[in-house]
């Protein structure tokens, strides 16, 4: 049996903060009562003056591994993981080969089950021509859910796997579309998992297309519109299959209008954004350059605003990165070439706890990106809360020091970001993977010992 005994910290359970000793038994957490009751355990750690948190579940990530190691790697993504308190990641599928069936999922685990310093979960691919047994053959495997990138096809000769559709491609399958989203939904929702959208509805794109030269060419290229409509038209696939649908970095209000809309009507939908959407705006452009080209793209100080509120009232439950690393040299490519994507997983916990405190409430950010998490991703029975019988991922946060975001501190491949030179009124400390220290004092510790997660079905 080994015991981790955490003293004195403001826990933050799902009854709010309160001062309070958390045992962990065997990676399980076993007892969170008041201050001094708890026998001692094997290591005592102080927490005196510190937050205890939930870990993180970044529900968004894109490893790179396998496929493009200059990039990233699952060794380096979970580092970086592990360092800002994000206990699990949930990968995308458009690593090479793209996880369209269950044997490359499976392939995919076991290539980064040895290198993960956090668990990792996978998510399936959903393309133009993917069959219901596919589906069923990849949840049998411990798929998490299903990503549709609307407009991006399945390239079945180039290394690149997803291409946008306007790539001068010959074997370029067709993108996954509304028809294949109406068509699979049925057999996703008997599956009781997640259906994910890339919402960029691609004839919007392709008649606002231009040459990128200025960031407004970005903002003329990719318009909120392209959001709205994809979330519309999925949302009414979404209600009428009953399958669960979750919108992927929301980055407008018009986007969230439309959200709004379907909820309103029925339709079971959860919603994410990322930190880049919270804290910037096109204003911040030319201190950033391409480090802010992302899609879709970060916006008006009006979109910032209106979600911002929308996380702050609980209608945006889940803050994730969309962990998107390039290569220096590909960043710096003039804009129009340069990939879109940016490293984030590191100072995601830090940026939502610095949003949440100026929204008067700190408690905000382990529900962003823990405990809404857990739920889409079908973990919340063991994952998601400071409290007995769930897995001993704890984050001991230091309120009182600072991180300022700057390259030296990251541990993605990918050392600059979006985030470059934001103020965090926190550290992250020390940090628990079911009860095993992965960070001590900011500093990686121990083997790679993370797990591959499997849902619980979500109940229908
Ligand atoms: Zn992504």
Known sequence: MTELLIRGGLVFGPDGPLEADVLVTDGVITRVDARGSTTTGETVIDAR?????????DVHVHSRDPGFPEKEDFGTLTAAAALGG???????????????????????????????????GLWGLIRF??????????????????KAYLGYGFSTSRKQVLQSVDADDPDLEAPPDYGTLARLAPAIA?????????????????AFRRPLETYADLLESRPAEAEAVAISAAAAIARESGV????????????????????????????????????????????LGTSMKVFPPIRTAADRDALVKAAANGVIRIVATDHAPHTDEEKSRPFGEAPSGSPGVQTLYLSCLELA??????????????EGPAALAGLGQDKGAVATGFDGDLVIVDPLRKTQVRPALMRS??????????????????VFLRGRPIVRDGKLTGRASGRMVRPARLKS
Request: aromatic letters at 6%; proline letters at 6%; a negative charge.
């Open 49 to 57: 003056g510190m937050y205890v948190m939930p870990g993180a579940i």
């Open 86 to 120: 994000v206990t699990t990641v949930l990968d995308m599928p458009n690593t090479v080969p793209a996880v369209d069936a269950a044997g490359v999922l499976e392939s995919k685990a076991a290539l980064a089950r040895p290198k993960a310093r956090v668990d990792f």
């Open 129 to 146: 021509s993917s069959s219901e047994d596919q589906l069923e053959e990849l949840a049998a495997a411990g798929a998490v859910g299903f």
């Open 190 to 206: 008997r599956l009781g998992l997640p259906l994910v959208i890339h919402a960029e509805d691609p004839a919007i794109l392709s």
């Open 244 to 287: 669960s649908l979750h919108v992927a970095h929301l980055s407008s209000a018009l986007g969230l209008r439309a959200a709004q809309d379907a909820m309103r009507s029925g339709a079971r939908l959860t919603l994410e954004t990322c930190p880049a959407y919270l804290w910037l705006s096109d204003q911040d452009f030319p201190r």
């Open 357 to 370: 405190k100026r929204l008067g409430d700190v408690s905000l950010a382990p529900r962003w990106v823990s």
């Open 413 to 430: 491949r990918q050392r600059h970001s979006d985030l470059d030179g934001q103020e965090f009124g926190f550290v992250i400390r020390d």
